[in-house]
């Protein structure tokens, strides 16, 4: 079974203490972004669990989205409860949230950076070259068609 990425932002900078599910705790530092809010991501399931059974959740910070570390073919294979593919990459998550990627019509990879620092608050600056853009992309659920 393929891990779901989740993508967990927050309109500020945080960091917050979870409890694991062997009693442990684990602090988790979210990423600073633009503009002072900030973004955490992980495939871990015991993670994500802890961070949505955080009691701030839904409030100081929220899951994003979910993509599948898969190809483009296995998600389109994989039927949401009413059988139909969700489209909204920013769609909230679910437990078993998969939506399937945003397509993204760029004519160039200027344009693609712009689009992830934009929505994103990716740093133009890490994105060094077309296939740092193209993986960014995926990480935020988006596929470049043009690049």
Known sequence: MSKVKKIYTSKSEISIKVLLGNGKTL???FTPRTMGSSVFMTDDEEIQKAIELHKEYG???V???ATIAATASQRTEQPTDNGQQPTDSNQECS???KPEPKIINVGSVQ???DYLADKFGISRTSLKNREAVKSAGVEMG???EGI
Do not use: D
């Open 111 to 113: 344009e693609a950076k």
């Open 59 to 61: 409030k100081l910070f």
């Open 142 to 144: 988006v596929v470049f």
């Open 95 to 97: 437990p078993e949230g």
């Open 63 to 65: 899951c994003k989205n």
């Open 27 to 29: 602090r988790v530092a």
